[in-house]
């Protein structure tokens, strides 16, 4: 590897972690180092890495990579041991050095620190967990750090890495485990997923001595996340939604994150051409937040999907769900409860809650729905309202041409 200064390391490395999108850091505990004796940076409950705070904030973090040399060949990874990438590295000593520098110059609030594989995975593991102990500890930096584990490391050095940071990653690469076996071989999906249970062990622990013990030690407060791959292998959405439903359930995550899979140069034969459209990751993200917040079971979003499987590109899956379930609508807003809210088209959960604290007072009528959503075309076939009944529109075959075609009108 030829010499290069940091400056030419961190253009290398931040640009091969572009790739990683689970770099939230929702979750986390609230530490300042305000009116302290020591202590530098501080953190927030709420979302980094160009990510937007509630009083509409744009908050970042340094977003690298300790190294993109790596000793496995993953063929849809562009930092895999037989691309023809330009490779660098950062010493330990160097990511802590630029966290602080950076933080004091007010470009960054925190960390995310991810790795290719190099030596082997408890060497890798141990760099990237001396960087965090280093700003904790030597440095006393209380700014959010989101560490990317190493499933195959020695769950002593996973457990060090969570003491340390706000929020770890287990990245479960892909949605099936064929596609892992075809596309990844040297990982292993049973490893990837006995480290998320360890992890979520670990987390349940750390919270319940929080409970009991004021002085008990912090483990990963913002909990765990993973990222799994949408295009590079044969798996369609209603397969990825039944494996994020499953890493939720199993392991407590707090997000799963969906990557596009992009070609990349040097690309194995066995990779797909085209990159997948990009609304795809977009509608599997709506679904998501479907199952998260909206109380949607898997089979249901599942039943948004067409015959190969797919959610559709032109409409999202909520409205696709409520197409497929015309049986439950028109629903009455003045009388139906909150969960069959959530299920209209067009309603949010804060419209939702709006029109129960509204309707205390008051029968509300279709302008009224209206000026707590977005758009009363999508609105208008699933609801009853004191002054507007949908009688057969609920019915109409070509009901999705017709609403796609007045969001239109009206976006």
Known sequence: MAQLDVRQKLEILADAAKYDASCASSGTSKRDSAGKANGIGSTEGMGICHAYAPDGRCISLLKILLTNSCIFDCHYCINRKSSNVRRARFTAREVVDLTLAFYRRNYIEGLFLSSGIIGSSDYTMEQIVEVARSLREDHQFRGYI???????????????????????????????????????PEKSGDTIRASMAGMKTAIDDGADASRRYRSAPR?????????????????????????????????????????????????????????????????????????????????????????????????????????????????????????????????????????????????????????????????????????????????????????????????
């Open 146 to 184: 989101h560490l990317k584990t190493i499933p195959d490391a020695d769950p002593e050095l996973i457990a060090a890495a969570g003491r340390h940071a706000d929020r770890i990653s287990i990245n479960i690469e892909l949605p099936t485990a064929a596609g892992l076996k075809r596309l990844a």
């Open 219 to 411: 483990f990963a407060p913002a909990g765990q996340s993973t990222q799994m791959i949408v295009g590079a292998d044969a798996a369609n959405d209603r397969d990825i939604v039944a494996t994020a439903s499953g890493l939720y359930d199993r392991f407590a995550l707090r997000r799963v994150y969906y990557s596009a899979f992009s070609p990349i140069p040097d690309a194995s034969a066995v990779l797909p051409l085209r990159r997948p459209p990009l609304m795809r990751e977009h509608r599997l993200y709506q679904s998501d937040w479907l199952m998260r917040f909206y109380g949607y079971r898997p089979a249901e979003v599942a039943a948004a999907t067409d015959e190969q499987g797919m959610l559709p590109l032109d409409i999202d899956p909520k409205l696709a769900w409520a197409l497929q379930a015309r049986e439950i609508f028109p629903i009455d807003v003045n009388r139906a409860p909150r969960e069959l809210l959530l299920r209209v088209p067009g309603l949010g959960v804060k419209a939702v809650d709006a029109i129960l604290v509204s309707r205390r007072w008051r029968r509300l009528g279709l302008a009224d729905v209206g000026r707590l959503s977005r758009s009363i075309a999508k609105l208008r076939p699933f609801i009853v309202t004191s002054d507007w009944r949908p009688t057969a529109l609920i019915d109409r075959i070509d009901l999705r041409e017709k609403v796609s075609e007045q969001l239109e009108l009206f976006g």
